[in-house]
């Protein structure tokens, strides 16, 4: 029987939000028995009650990427639609001082208890705890508090990619191959496509060897001078080369939905061939430890509002990064279970950056 494993669990998008909140007043009540506060050990705590807190008028959003990246399009889609139309006049702060950590601790450190200051970083980030890089957890109620998070509206994930002729037609054939001779698979030591390689090793029992070959880019010429068996990359650094018959795709992530991307839809899913994997980048919204739970409310429901907009959707389809925030209430657990299963593979692999 095949091992798997699963990093990325499907969340209930039972809340449709079209509008903004932020002229609403938040609320004071703690949080019921099914949000942060249910279990300390498991979950948020939730912040003490007091006065009603509304979300600050102006606000800054660290985001621990560059100007003009996936990333920095998403986060000022962001901020646009909600200054247009909710009232709170956001500031990117592009912050990658210390790979992000200085953006990290800025918002960890922070007394603004109105949502002044907040982050606005991707899976990376629990990459960087789980390989102990980073000392403190998104998920530790003592450090941060997880406002919201998205889910993707599009599956196409990395891809297992072999040179056009390669020996290994199928990814069957390529883990038969690898149980008779370890094969090299090109990533990112420490980094997303690294656990990835993990995960792949966790559930299919292929013997790979993870070989440092810098971004997509620098992989795909290490594949193509045959220095490599394998490489994982993202669909679109490898198109080019699959249609002109130089590498060939043998199985792609996806989400939890299982199904293709667009980019390349000829390839099979690892849940298509029978293995329960899933890996997504999502997007987080992180504040200081202890925010209002109704702040928390509020400040998602104009994020979840922003991607729901049809012009801003569009955004964010053109730059890659189809997404879709969740409601406050289902946020924690997503990021919960994401980072538990990082640290896991993490922990396997023996991975310690400290």
């Given at each position: 029987m095949?091992?798997?494993?699963?990093?990325?669990?499907s969340?209930?998008?039972?809340?449709g939000l079209?509008a903004?909140?932020?002229?609403?007043?938040?609320?004071?009540?703690?949080?019921?028995?099914?949000?942060?506060?249910?279990?300390?050990?498991a979950?948020?705590?939730?912040?003490?009650a007091?006065?009603?807190?509304?979300?600050?008028?102006?606000?800054?959003?660290q985001?621990p990427a560059s100007?003009?990246?996936g990333?920095?399009?998403?986060?000022?889609?962001?901020?646009?639609y909600?200054?247009?139309?909710?009232?709170?006049?956001g500031?990117?702060?592009n912050?990658t001082?210390?790979?992000?950590?200085?953006?990290?601790?800025?918002?960890?450190?922070?007394?603004a208890?109105?949502?002044?200051?907040l982050?606005?970083?991707?899976?990376?980030?629990?990459i960087?705890?789980?390989?102990?890089?980073?000392?403190?957890?998104?998920?530790?109620?003592?450090?941060?508090?997880?406002?919201?998070?998205?889910?993707?509206?599009?599956a196409?994930?990395?891809?297992v990619?072999v040179?056009g002729?390669s020996?290994?037609k199928?990814f069957?054939?390529y883990?038969?191959?690898?149980?008779?001779?370890?094969?090299?698979l090109g990533?990112?030591t420490?980094?997303?496509?690294?656990?990835?390689?993990g995960?792949i090793?966790?559930?299919t029992?292929?013997?790979l060897e993870?070989?440092?070959?810098?971004?997509?880019?620098d992989?795909?010429?290490a594949l193509?001078?045959?220095?490599l068996?394998?490489v994982?990359?993202?669909p679109?650094?490898a198109?080019?080369y699959?249609e002109?018959?130089?590498?060939?795709?043998?199985?792609?992530?996806?989400?939890?939905s299982?199904?293709?991307?667009t980019?390349?839809?000829d390839?099979?899913?690892?849940?298509e061939l029978g293995y329960d994997?899933?890996?997504t980048?999502?997007?987080?919204v992180?504040?200081?430890?202890h925010?209002?739970?109704g702040l928390?409310?509020e400040i998602a429901?104009?994020?979840v509002?922003?991607t729901?907009?049809p012009?801003?959707?569009?955004?964010?389809?053109?730059s890659g990064?189809?997404?879709?925030?969740?409601?406050?209430?289902?946020?924690y657990?997503?990021?919960k279970?994401?980072?538990?299963?990082?640290?896991?593979v993490?922990?396997?692999?023996g991975?310690?950056?400290s």
């Open positions: 095949k091992k798997t494993l699963a990093i990325v669990l969340a209930a998008m039972a809340l079209a903004c909140s932020s002229g609403s007043t938040a609320s004071t009540t703690a949080a019921p028995a099914a949000t942060q506060a249910a279990a300390p050990a979950t948020q705590a939730a912040a003490p007091a006065e009603a807190v509304k979300w600050a008028k102006n606000y800054e959003l985001v100007a003009g990246g990333t920095d399009v998403v986060a000022r889609a962001m901020t646009n909600i200054g247009k139309n909710c009232g709170n006049n500031t990117v702060i912050n001082d210390g790979g992000g950590v200085i953006a990290y601790e800025t918002v960890r450190n922070s007394t208890k109105d949502g002044e200051s982050v606005f970083f991707h899976t990376t980030m629990l960087k705890t789980a390989t102990k890089v980073y000392q403190y957890s998104a998920v530790d109620p003592e450090a941060f508090t997880v406002i919201t998070v998205s889910q993707p509206t599009s196409d994930g990395y891809c990619v040179p002729d020996p290994y199928t069957e054939e883990v038969n191959a690898s149980k008779e001779k370890t094969l090299l990533v990112e420490g980094g997303g496509t690294h656990l990835m390689g995960m090793a966790q559930a029992g292929a013997k993870f070989v440092e070959a810098g971004p997509d880019v992989k795909m010429t193509m001078g045959g220095a068996d394998s994982l990359v993202a679109k650094a198109s080019q699959i002109s018959g130089k590498a060939r795709a043998l199985v792609g992530f996806s989400d939890n299982g199904k293709r991307g980019v390349l839809p390839v099979p899913t690892f849940q994997i899933a890996y980048i999502n997007f987080m992180l504040g200081p430890k925010l209002d739970e928390c409310e429901n104009d994020f509002a922003a729901k907009d012009e801003t959707a569009e955004i964010l389809k053109n990064w189809g997404v879709e925030f969740q409601p406050h209430k289902d946020s657990e997503i990021v279970k994401q980072s538990d299963a990082l640290t896991s993490a922990e396997e692999l991975i310690d950056l």
